[in-house]
Structure formats: C-alpha cells, structure tokens
C-alpha cells in the first residue's frame, strides 16, 4: 500500500459490494419481466441509507424467467471479488403475496455449514442486510410497474467456488462459494472495518463450535509456522488479525476464550513491546533509540546497542540482537513487554502465549502469561 499512501491527496474511487450487485441484478431483471424499459444502469437502495447508481452488463429473458449480470466493483479496494460476474434469476410468482421475496443462492454462492454467523446453517450464505437490499430493490420495481406479486430470486456467481478459495470462507464453514456480503452497500477505499468484521465473524464461528482457545497471527506466514506447532487444532481456531492488536485481543476475551495463542515475528513484536495498539507501518514504527535501551538494560554493550540505533529494519536489528551475547535475554524482555501490552487489552482473564518466529520460520522464543483465574494441568 506505499504507493496508495503516498498518493494520500488523491481522491480514491469508491465500489459497491456483492450485495449492490446483486441487487441491480434483481432489478434489473424483474424491470425487464414486467415491461419496464431497460436501462444500462440501474438506481438501488442502500443498506444503511442513500442511493446508488449500478451498471448492468446484460439483461436477457429466459423462458419465463428473466436474467441480469452485473460485475462487481471493488473500486479502489479490490479484493478477490472484484469484477466478478454476480447473475440475477428473477420470476414471478403470480400465487404468491405481494411483498413476498424468496431469495436463494445458486451456483457460485457458498452454504453455510457452520454455526456461528450472520446466515443460518443449511442456508445460502446471503448476509441479512444484502438480503434486505434485494428485497427493496425488487419491491420498488414492482411498485413502479403497478404489478402485485410474490418475486423469487437467485444469485449467482461466475467461478464463484474457485474465488472463494481466495477468501476465508472454506474456513468460516461456507462451502461451495463466495457470500453476499455489504452492511453498507458500497465499499469504501482501505477501510478497516471490513477486516475487523472478518476478525469478529471467525471468533464467533469458533466460539459457536465451542472452543475455548483462539489462535491469532499476524498474517499467512506466522499462522503456517504456528499450525505446524500445534496440529491438534481445528482450521476454525487460526484466524489471521493482521495489524489489529489491541482489536483482536479484546475481541477475543470479550467471546470468553480461556487461551490466546499468538504468533508473529520480531517487527510487530517490538511495536507490540511499545504498546502501539494497530501495529501498520501508517500508524506505527518501531523506536530503535528504545530497542537499543532495552538492549543496554539487557546486558549488550554499548556500542553493539548503538548498531541497534541504526539499524534500518527489524531483520538487521534481530540480527545484531542474535549475535550478542545475551541476545536471548534481550529477545525474551522484548517478548515479555509485549505480553504486557497484550496483557493490559485482553484484561486478567485469558491466558496468552506468544510464538516468536525468525522470517525463516525457525521458532526463536515462546512465552506464556497465566490468566489471573485460570489453572491449567
């Protein structure tokens, strides 16, 4: 994201979610059954309030049905969703009750098969606020036309279950596809709220399976390294947090679970020792002047500390640090007030044990904090 970051002054393009899309979808393909002109763009509703104009792709009938495809727009947030062909299957249902909606996923929507989300399990995976949005778009179509029946729709996405391999839905229990997803309806450039809702949503789907440990990482990396270490744990225990430390450790013990297992390598792990609550290098960046003070206070001279002062990276530091003759001390203190951090977010409850890996993935030092109420064999 450097190039993004430096370009902060630029106004940056604002996309529409899976939701959006299949939305415009419906609407566009229940306007063509009921007579209305067909437009290249179609007007919907927002979940949380607004407006929002849609391409359309393509409407088309198909017996007595009649289909729209819309291309999702990440805008300038892509994710592995973006451009992805959403299709919308609309018929009438001339026996049903106006204000009827039955709204189903087809091929390329996942199923939930896992308690603890948004969806009930055996059910598409369509959140309820996309759900909701659907059911409006369609609703004012069929207002504006003056025609009084029930409506049934079904989403579907091109090469849907191969983009999901990309997401963390063969993870959360959905199988077979992506999700329909939009709280909001739009996707706002470099948000972090879609990621925390990720972190929430897989805490929620292990403790709905009734775990009581969590492991988090810092990223794809550090969670392989970790799994290799503890392969008695289910997929839904990893989750990945990213940058969000102090996020994901009061997430976590907020849900109840006994044990946090943390993995990570020394960079965060020196900006997590600082106390930086969301540890991105936007927000954060390590102080080699302290790294160097703890390293003194640790036993290092003072001229291998200075080295330390002007160390570019966290690797070149780790590896002044390992070369030291009490680099192993110094490593553990670094470790030891991270723990502390973690400690004072996640409160007295939890225990929490740290992994340090070096970047190759050689476990350099792990480290455990008993919670205050906790007794373990």
Not at 99 to 128: M, Q, Y
Request: glycine share 12%; with cysteine; proline share 5%.
């Amino acid at each position: 994201m450097g190039q993004r970051d430096a370009e902060a002054g630029k106004r940056l393009r604002e996309g529409f979610t899976t939701g959006s899309a299949a939305a415009a979808g419906a609407k566009a393909a229940l306007g063509c059954l009921v007579g209305l002109r067909i437009s290249k763009e179609v007007e919907i509703p927002l979940p949380a309030g607004g407006r929002l104009t849609i391409p359309v792709e393509r409407v088309e009938r198909v017996g007595n049905a009649a289909r729209a495809v819309v291309r999702k727009d990440g805008g300038d947030d892509p994710d592995a969703t973006h451009k992805a062909r959403i299709m919308s299957t609309v018929r009438l249902l001339p026996g049903g009750r106006y204000g009827d909606v039955h709204i189903e996923g087809g091929t390329g929507v996942g199923k939930v098969t896992r308690p603890g989300l948004p969806v009930p399990v055996g059910e598409s995976a369509i959140n309820p606020a996309p759900r909701r949005q659907i059911r409006e778009a369609l609703l004012e179509c069929l207002n504006e036309a003056g025609v009084r029946s029930g409506v049934s729709v079904v989403v579907e996405v091109a090469n849907g279950e191969r983009i999901a391999r990309k997401t963390l839905n063969p993870r959360l229990g959905i199988l077979g596809g992506i999700s329909i997803l939009g709280t909001r309806g739009t996707v706002k450039p470099f948000s972090n709220k879609a990621y925390k809702d990720t972190i929430t949503m897989s805490m929620d789907v292990a403790k709905a399976e009734g775990l009581k440990a969590i492991v988090l990482s810092t990223g794809g990396r550090s969670e392989r390294f970790l799994k290799e270490l503890l392969p008695g744990f289910p997929e839904t225990a990893f989750i990945q947090v990213a940058d969000f430390f102090s996020f994901s450790f009061k997430e976590a013990a907020k849900r109840g679970f006994h044990h946090i297992f943390f993995s990570c390598f020394f960079g965060k792990l020196v900006k997590m020792a600082q106390g930086f609550p969301y540890t991105h290098a936007r927000k954060s960046t390590i102080d080699f002047d302290r790294l160097a003070s703890w390293s003194v206070l640790k036993g290092m001279e003072k001229e291998r500390a200075h080295a330390i002062k002007g160390a570019n990276t966290a690797r070149e530091a780790l590896s002044i640090i390992q070369e030291a003759p009490r680099g192993d001390g110094i490593i553990r203190y670094v470790l030891e007030t991270a723990l502390i951090s973690a400690r004072g977010f996640a409160g007295p409850l939890p225990d929490i044990t740290y992994y340090l890996f070096d970047f190759g993935g050689v476990l350099l030092l792990t480290e455990k904090s008993k919670g205050r109420f906790f007794t373990k064999a």
